[in-house]
């Protein structure tokens, strides 16, 4: 069964030291609602060390991300060891299997995208989005990296901007956070 709630984009990039992560706010119902304008897709987890964002099935997103919250748990913080285990539940658990979500992880060094076909991408050139408006953030995102001496947070929040002006899942209710 389709999830009728749905659309968001995220933009995670890192610039000078900084990662930042930013999304927006709306949660799309059935694809022609706006059921919520306000939601929090970007959130801190494991002692604030830890930024995720997520799009697709909101209900899917909460459960990835606590399991991922577990990982990191179980890790002692290690990002990319706890993204890869999760990954690998996610694809081999029969339930986890129908979980319809996409996930950007970051800690103070890396950023990472986790999918449920058992992917973990590091992203080239330092920023990445995902979601129903995340190529538009990405190409913004990346023409601001390389013709802005803008901060990673700055670029971030602009990308996600621009995404919102042209994908209609996408709203400017626009949450960054920055490790």
């Not at 929090?40 to 799009?55: D, P, S, T």
């Not at 029969?94 to 979500?101: D, N, S, T």
């Not at 390389?146 to 400017?172: G, P």
Request: glycine fraction near 8%; hydrophobic fraction near 45%; charged fraction near 20%.
């Amino acid at each position: 069964m389709e999830s009728i709630f749905r659309g968001t984009t995220i933009c995670a990039v890192k610039r000078n030291g900084k990662i930042a992560v930013a999304g927006d706010g709306q949660v799309t119902m059935q694809n022609s609602i706006i059921f919520k304008n306000n939601a929090r897709k970007v959130r801190r987890i494991f002692n604030n060390q830890v930024v995720i964002g997520f799009a697709g099935s909101v209900a899917d997103a909460f459960a990835l991300s606590e399991r991922f919250e577990e990982m990191l748990n179980k890790f002692a913080g290690n990002l990319m060891r706890s993204a890869v285990e999760l990954a690998q539940l996610w694809r081999t658990n029969k339930i986890m299997k129908q979980l319809e979500a996409l996930m950007i992880v970051a800690d103070k060094d890396q950023i990472l995208i986790l999918d449920g076909t058992g992917n973990v991408i590091e992203p080239q050139d330092d920023v990445c989005a995902i979601g129903s408006g995340g190529n538009y953030a990405l190409a913004a995102g990346k023409a601001l990296m390389q013709n802005t001496d803008f901060s990673a947070k700055e670029i971030a929040m602009k990308a996600l901007k621009i995404a919102s002006e042209i994908c209609v899942f996408t709203n400017d209710n626009i949450i960054v956070e920055e490790l």
